[in-house]
C-alpha cells in the first residue's frame, strides 16, 4: 500500500510543490485504494480511471511547467452523487433520473475545484435524492462503514464519509440538509462541516430549499479549512448566496490549541435539555468538553433552551421530499424508494397553514440561537447520541420511532438556523466505532467553529487510528 493514501491534501500539495512526488502518483495509489477497498464499503458509485487519470497528467504537466493552478492543484476529490459534473451523469441514486440531461451540466462547488485544479475520483453514493441519514438507494445498494462493514456509513453523504477514512480521496464533498454531512463524519470519523448557509454557493436549488448546505468532508480540520478557501469561491447561479468575504479559512486556523481558543466562551450541552444518548457518547463529548476548558477556553454546561423542533423540521424536510417528487408519476414511483415515496405523499397533505406554523417555530428557534450567542460564542454537543449501527436499516434495531431524524436530534436544529456546525472525531466505543462532537457557532462565523476544531484535533490527535479495512486485502479481510 503506498503511503500517499495516509497524507492529508496539505501534505500532499507540499510534496507536489517540493517535487518529492506528483499527482499521477498520488492518484494512481488512490484507484488501487477504490479498486481494493471500494467492494467492502461500496463508497462509490461511478468510477472512471481514464478520465480521472487524464485529469491528473494535466496537473502533473502544470507543476513541471511551474504554473499550477490554484488552491487544489493535483489533489484527488470524490464527489458526492448530487453534484452536477460535466463530463459524468449524476443519478442522485435514482432509476428517475435521465443520465444524459445531466451531463454538461456543472455544478458550483465542481466549478470552484475545477477553476483550482483538483482530480475528480469519482462519484460517492447518497440515498435517493439525498432524502434520510443512511445510504442505500434502488441503483447502488447499501453503503457500509469501513470500521465495521456490517453497521451503516449514515447519510445522506455516507459514500463521502465511507471514502476518507479508507484514504479512496483526500477531500470530499457533501450535502447536508438534516445532518447528512455530520452524521456520516460522525459514524466513520472524519471531520465535516456544514458551512453557515449561503457561505458556499449551491446549484441548482436543493428540492429542501433553505435547509441545505454543500460542505467539505476531510480526515482533518486542516483539510477542511482548505477546502472551505475553494469552496466560497462566487458563483451567480446561487441567488441565497451571501456576499463573498474572501477568508482565507487555512491561515485562519494557524496556531497552537491555547492560542485558537482564547477568549472562546463555550457552552457544553450533552443533552439539550431533551436528549437521551449512549453513556459512551456522552463520556466522550464531556471529556473533549472538559479537554478544551484546560486549553484555555471557558466552557459552562448549559443547555440553549429550546423544546425539539422535530415536528417543524419534518414539515419542511418532508415537503421538500414531495416538491422533489412532484413531477414524478406513479409508474416511475414504483421504481423508487419505496419510504421515500410514503413520507413524501404523507408531507404532500400537508396544507399551507401546517408550513406556515413550522416557519414561525423556525423563526423563533433562530431568535433564540441569535439570543444565546450573545453570551456564548460556541455551542458544544455531541454529534449523534449514538454509534453506528446495522447497516441497510433506517433506524437502530428496536428503535421506538420509524423515521432517520429520531436519532439525530443534535444535527437538525442547525439546518433549521442556517449556523455553521462542525464534526469532529473525539474518540471510539468499547466496540471501535467512532463518536463525534459538534462546535456550533453563530451564523457566518465559520472560523470560529473551525480554529476550536482544530485546537481539538491538535491536542487530541486520532489521526493515526484508520481502520482495519485501510491496511487489509479487502477482497481476503486479511492483514497486509
Known sequence: ??????????????????????????????????????????????????????????????????????????????????????????LKGSKTVNPSSTLGKEAPAV?????????????????????KGVTDNPIDGVTRNPWDIDKTAGGSSGGSAAAVPLGMGALALGTDAGGS????????????????????????????????????????????????NVLIEADDRDTNAIPRRHIDYLNAIAGEPGELLSGLHIAFSATLGYVHLDTEVESAVREAAHLLQSLGAEVTEVAPGFDDPLAAFGH?????????????????RALMDPQLVAVAEKASQLSMLNYLAAVNERTALCERMAMFHRKYDLLLTPTLPITAFKAGREVPVDWPRTRWPSWTPYTYPFNLTGQPALSVPCGFSSDGLPIGLQLVGRRFEDVAVLRAGQAYQLAAPLTDRRPKLFYADAAEGGEA
Open 1 to 90: 500500500m503506498s503511503d500517499f493514501v495516509r497524507m492529508t491534501a496539505v501534505e500532499l500539495l507540499a510534496g507536489y510543490k517540493g517535487k518529492s512526488f506528483s499527482p499521477v502518483e498520488v492518484t494512481r495509489a488512490m484507484l488501487r485504494q477504490i479498486e481494493r477497498c471500494n467492494p467492502a464499503v461500496n463508497a462509490y458509485c461511478l468510477v472512471d480511471e481514464k478520465t480521472t487519470l487524464a485529469f491528473a497528467r494535466e496537473s502533473e504537466q502544470r507543476y513541471l511547467a511551474g504554473e499550477s493552478k490554484g488552491k487544489l492543484d493535483g489533489v484527488p476529490v470524490a464527489i458526492k452523487d448530487v453534484f452536477l459534473t460535466p463530463m459524468w451523469p449524476t
Open 111 to 131: 466549478a470552484a475545484l475545477a477553476r483550482n485544479g483538483y482530480v475528480p475520483l469519482g462519484k460517492t453514493t447518497t440515498p435517493e435524492f439525498g432524502w
Open 181 to 228: 454531512i455530520r452524521i456520516p463524519a460522525s459514524f466513520c470519523g472524519l471531520v465535516g462541516l456544514k458551512p453557515s448557509f449561503g457561505e458556499v454557493p449551491h446549484w441548482p436549488p436543493s428540492p429542501f430549499g433553505t435547509l441545505a448546505h454543500a460542505g467539505p468532508m476531510t480526515w482533518t480540520v486542516a483539510d477542511c479549512a482548505l477546502l472551505m
Open 316 to 332: 419542511l424536510f418532508y415537503g421538500g421530499a414531495a416538491n422533489a417528487l412532484r413531477a414524478i408519476g406513479k409508474r416511475q
